[in-house]
Structure formats: C-alpha cells, structure tokens
C-alpha cells in the first residue's frame, strides 16, 4: 500500500491549498480514508475522514466549515481542499487509510498506514 500526499506549500493566512493523495490501494473504494496532521511539537490529529462510500464525513472542530474533504474511488484518490487557512494550521499533512474495509470511524488509532505526508506552512 502506498498514500502519496501532494499540494502542500507556503500559503498565507486567509488563502486556499488543495492537498491531494493517490492510493495505490487494492479496494481503494472499500476503505474510510482520512487526512490527519501534525504540527511541531505536537501530538498527531485527525483533520478529516470520509466514509468509502463517501457519504459519512467528519471535521475537527477547528476546521469546519473552512477544509473540505473528498473522494474519486474511480481514481483512487482523496483531495482535501483547505480554504481560509490560519497559521494554527501549520504541519506535516498525512493521507491515511483505515485498517479493515466497510468501516467508517472518527478514532485516529484506526488509520494504520500513512504516507510520506506534505507540508503546510501559513504565514501570518
């Protein structure tokens, strides 16, 4: 299983990132898919996840209703789309997968596998 995250770079606070992650993942369309981060210091977080049927989606709190998350289970891929992004937003962001199929959850501790991840940087 391979998670490539891409998009990530310096934005300044109030601007908009696309983060994007390919899936080389057998079955991709069977499994909850999440985008977590982690910053400086800090202990990993659960941005966002999104069922595998697409239709079950959580946020942080400290993100709704600016990022939003999606899914192309034809082309194996999950996109998160950061919109009026703060400096608090600021990390190493990690495309993950859950750990079994047919299984949608908000716990981090089911997201087994995760990529390389890409940075995020916001200036204020």
């Known amino acids: 299983v391979q998670l490539q995250a891409s998009g990530g770079g310096l934005v300044q606070a109030g601007g908009s990132l696309r983060l994007s992650c390919a899936a080389s993942?057998?079955?991709?369309?069977?499994?909850?898919m999440a985008w977590l981060r982690q910053a400086p210091g800090k202990e990993r977080e659960l941005v966002s996840a999104?069922?595998?049927?697409?239709?079950?989606?959580y946020y942080a709190d400290s993100v709704k209703g600016r990022f939003t998350i999606s899914r192309d289970n034809a082309k194996n891929t999950v996109t998160l789309q950061m919109n009026s992004v703060k400096p608090e937003d600021t990390a190493v962001y990690y495309c993950?997968?859950?750990?079994?199929?047919?299984?949608?959850?908000?716990?981090?501790?089911?997201?087994?596998?995760w990529g390389q991840g890409t940075l995020v940087t916001v200036s204020s």
């Open positions: 993950a997968k859950d750990a079994a199929p047919y299984y949608y959850t908000a716990d981090i501790t089911r997201f087994d596998t």
């Open positions: 999104i069922s595998y049927s697409g239709v079950g989606i």
């Open positions: 993942l057998r079955a991709f369309g069977t499994y909850t």
